[in-house]
C-alpha cells in the first residue's frame, strides 16, 4: 500500500504511540499486576531494620521512596488514570470552546473582542508565565478549591492560543469555490457548515486531538515544577502555612517532590520521565496523523461531486454547440 492510500490509523507512528499509551492505560487502571504496593504504604522491612526513609532505588522499590517511605514507581503507576483524567478534561473543554468561537466568529461572523484580546495578550507573554503569576496568587493558591483554579486557567489560555488556530483552518475551506456556489444555491449557513464545511475539518480535528493533548500535559509538567498542585489542602502552624496533598498524578507528584529535590531526587526525575513517555506518544500520534491526513486533504481539492455538478450545470449549454 503506497502513500496515498494509507489511512492515518495505519501510520506507524500513530500506532506505536497508541500501543505505548494503552500499556499505560492498562497499568494505571490495574496497578496490582505491576506493583504490590499500596500509594500511600510506608516501607516495613527498611523500617524494621531501623534505616530511615528515603531509600533509594533497590529490587524492593525500583524507583526508591520518598521522605515517609512511600514507594516511587507505585506511587507513579497510580498516578497513571488522574494525569489522563485531568488531561482528558482540559482537552475536552479546550476543544469545544475553541471550535465553538471559532464557528461563531467564521460563518456567523460574531465578533468576540474579549478572546481576540486574549489571544493577543497569550501572543505577547508566555502562557504559563501568565498561568504561574495568576496561580501563585494568595486567594487562589491558598484555596481549598485550588483544582478549579487550576484546570480553569489552563484552559482559559489554551483556548485563547487554540481558537485562532481552528478559525483560520475554517476560513480557509470557506474560500473555497465549492462553498460560495452552496451559498448561492440557496444553502443556509448552518446547513452549508454541517453539509460541506465539517467534512473538511474533520482531518484538522483529528490532528488537534493528540497535539492537545500533548501541550496539556507539558503546561501541566511545567506548572508542577513550581509547585503548582491540582488540589492541595492548606494548614496553619506556628510557623506559618503549609500544604499537603494526597492527589495522585504526576504535576502533582513534581511539584511535592520539587519541596524534596536535594533528599529524594528521584521524586522529580521519575515522574518527568513518565510524563515524558506519555507527551511523546501523543506527539507521534499527532505527526502520524497530520503526514497522513495532510495527502487525504489535498486529494480532495476540489471535491469530485462539486465538479460533477459544475459539469452537469453546463452541460446544456454544452450539446447545443456540439449539435
Not at 181 to 209: D, N, Q
Not at 244 to 249: G, K, N, R, S
Request: proline residues 6%; contains cysteine; glycine residues 6%.
Amino acid at each position: 500500500m503506497n502513500n496515498r492510500q494509507r489511512a492515518w490509523w495505519q501510520s506507524g507512528r500513530v500506532i506505536t504511540g497508541s500501543l505505548i499509551i494503552i500499556v499505560l492505560l492498562v497499568v494505571g487502571l490495574f496497578p496490582h499486576l505491576v506493583t504490590h504496593y499500596t500509594p500511600w504504604q510506608e516501607d516495613s522491612f527498611h523500617l524494621s531494620d531501623y534505616e530511615a526513609p528515603p531509600f533509594p532505588p533497590s529490587r524492593l522499590h525500583w524507583f526508591g521512596t520518598d521522605e515517609y517511605g512511600h514507594d516511587l514507581f507505585t506511587q507513579i503507576v497510580y498516578g497513571i488514570v488522574p494525569t489522563f483524567r485531568d488531561a482528558t478534561i482540559l482537552v475536552v473543554i479546550t476543544l469545544l470552546a475553541s471550535l465553538a468561537i471559532a464557528v461563531l466568529q467564521a460563518m456567523y461572523r460574531v465578533n468576540l473582542y474579549i478572546f481576540d484580546r486574549l489571544t493577543d495578550l497569550t501572543k505577547l507573554f508566555p502562557p504559563v508565565l501568565l498561568m504561574l503569576l495568576i496561580l501563585e496568587m494568595k486567594p487562589i493558591y491558598f484555596s481549598h478549591y485550588s483544582s478549579y483554579w487550576y484546570f480553569g486557567i489552563i484552559g482559559l489560555f489554551e483556548i485563547g492560543r487554540l481558537e485562532p488556530i481552528v478559525e483560520g483552518d475554517i476560513g480557509l475551506v470557506y474560500k473555497k469555490p465549492f462553498i460560495e456556489s452552496a451559498i448561492i444555491a440557496g444553502g443556509s449557513e448552518f446547513w452549508v457548515f454541517r453539509k460541506h464545511v465539517w467534512r473538511f475539518i474533520m482531518p484538522y480535528i483529528l490532528e488537534y486531538i493528540p497535539s492537545q493533548y500533548a501541550r496539556i500535559l507539558t503546561v501541566m509538567g511545567e506548572l508542577g515544577y513550581f509547585g503548582v498542585v491540582t488540589r492541595a489542602l492548606i494548614f496553619a502552624t506556628q510557623n506559618g502555612e503549609h500544604f499537603i496533598t494526597h492527589q495522585l498524578d504526576l504535576p502533582t507528584l513534581l511539584a511535592t517532590g520539587g519541596h524534596h529535590w536535594f533528599t529524594v531526587p528521584g521524586g522529580v526525575f521519575f515522574p518527568t520521565i513518565a510524563l515524558c513517555l506519555m507527551i511523546v506518544c501523543f506527539r507521534l500520534i499527532a505527526t502520524g496523523v497530520a503526514s497522513a491526513t495532510t495527502l487525504k486533504r489535498a486529494e480532495h481539492w476540489p471535491w469530485p461531486e462539486y465538479v460533477a455538478k459544475l459539469v452537469a450545470h453546463r452541460s446544456p449549454s454544452t450539446s447545443r454547440v456540439s449539435a
